[in-house]
């Protein structure tokens, strides 16, 4: 991995948490952060890039992506999505720890828990016991099915997710079985929408007064994206498309596929006769504009294997980073394939800050990225980074709180904390 000799711009872990030396659009934001892994973690992460206070309460072993750290594989998730948090800890099955927690609701704006349905309904802080403490507090929460309906009990990952959304079924070639997508796109389209459920509730809140429950569930924040799948099925008359591998979802573009290098892959799309014409022209092939397979969009989806053949013939001539020069001077639409150690280390996005190196306390030097939101006129927020478990217990209980350092110690000796 490629690190940059400039030091990142993370503060030091002792950093006060709660503050920041610029305002930013969330300042003065209070976030109550029960969630875990990846769904509610990264919404309430973009919420304190743009300047909320998040504390985040975990359970005294850590929260599910925080102990599986421990394995290696999960040290790095866990880092990206959780900096510029308080961490707190908290044993929400004890009636001191509730009242702990409800003395923070009464202090806070926003609640995000990503349980399964019922979960904080059992533990005695569900959505009616909190907004009557505070109704001005906005409760948001995300599952795999949602609060209601059939599904709303299914135990919820992201892969039985992809599986049940038919984002698996549409994934991989033809001939092949279906494929999960890589990224764990059910999980972080949740938080997503789950983060702009919030924001739109807060809107509402500065009009009305009043708090509200927002709900997201994994399964519906995925559907939208299979549209060039289900245009299919429908243009077909209600007949099953088939996988399409690297080709368009909807066989409504060509040429669009993922072309091979000499030491690589290239993805090339050309949607309109615009961009086939300059791809004819790098490819020093104008002998093909007039060719009755070739003449249109539709002719060329008509004859797309003739398409990938002769583009796919010659990509194949070229070394992959030469190939991407060649067809950015003729406008052509394309990538290279990379590898993560590439992304990671992305030029244009470490230009922009999205993607940064700090010194993590605990897992060393790391890229994490930001927002990827951008507010005209407010610098993007420095990076700290993900705090140990519990670091921030008495900044939290007692500066915040009020609770008395004898108390603390004996909510510590009883296990509360």
Not at 300 to 326: K, P, Q
Not at 331 to 352: G, I, K, Y
Request: net charge neutral.
């Amino acid at each position: 991995m490629t690190q940059p000799k400039r030091e990142g711009s993370g503060h030091p872990a002792s950093a006060p948490q709660g503050s920041l030396t610029d305002r930013n659009v969330l300042s003065g934001v209070v976030v109550i952060d029960l969630s875990h892994i990846y769904n509610g973690p990264y919404a309430t992460y973009l919420m304190a890039l743009a300047g909320a206070q998040v504390i985040k309460i975990e359970p005294h072993e850590g929260e599910h992506l925080r102990i599986r750290a421990g394995l290696g594989g999960a040290a790095l998730p866990f880092a990206m999505l959780n900096g510029n948090k308080q961490s707190v800890t908290l044993n929400l099955k004890s009636e001191r720890g509730r009242a702990l927690l409800f003395e923070m609701v009464r202090k806070a704006d926003v609640m995000v828990e990503n349980f399964a349905p019922g979960v904080t309904e059992r533990l005695g802080v569900g959505p009616s016991v909190v907004q009557k403490l505070n109704p001005r507090l906005v409760y948001a929460s995300s599952s795999g099915y949602g609060r209601s309906g059939p599904y709303r009990d299914y135990p919820a990952m992201d892969v039985t997710v992809q599986a049940m959304s038919g984002v698996m079924s549409i994934t991989g070639f033809p001939d092949q079985p279906p494929v999960k997508a890589g990224p764990a796109i059910c999980d972080f389209f949740a938080g997503i929408h789950l983060y702009g459920g919030i924001m739109t509730a807060l809107y509402e809140r500065e009009k009305t007064g009043k708090g509200r429950v927002v709900e997201v569930s994994m399964q519906e924040s995925v559907y939208a994206s299979l549209s060039s799948n289900l245009g299919m099925f429908h243009g077909q008359g209600g007949k099953l498309p088939p996988r399409t591998g690297n080709r368009h979802g909807g066989l409504a573009e060509a040429p669009y596929n993922v072309y091979p290098t000499r030491d690589g892959y290239i993805a090339i799309i050309c949607n309109n006769n615009r961009h086939f014409h300059a791809l004819l022209k790098a490819m020093e092939r104008e002998d093909l504009k007039d060719d009755p397979r070739l003449l249109d969009l539709k002719s060329r989806v008509a004859n797309i294997d003739f398409v990938d053949e002769i583009v796919g013939e010659w990509t194949a001539r070229f070394e992959r980073d030469a190939l991407t020069a060649l067809l950015l001077a003729y406008r052509v639409p394309h990538a290279p394939v990379r590898d993560l150690s590439e992304v990671m280390n992305d030029p244009n996005m470490h230009a922009r800050g999205s993607l940064q190196w700090i010194d993590h306390p605990e897992y060393g030097r790391i890229v994490v990225s930001h927002s990827p939101m951008r507010y005209d006129g407010i610098p993007l927020a420095p990076l700290r980074p993900s705090r140990r478990l519990g670091a921030d217990n008495v900044d939290v209980y007692g500066r915040w709180l009020g609770v008395s350092a004898e108390e603390l110690q004996r909510l510590i000796q009883d296990g509360v904390v």
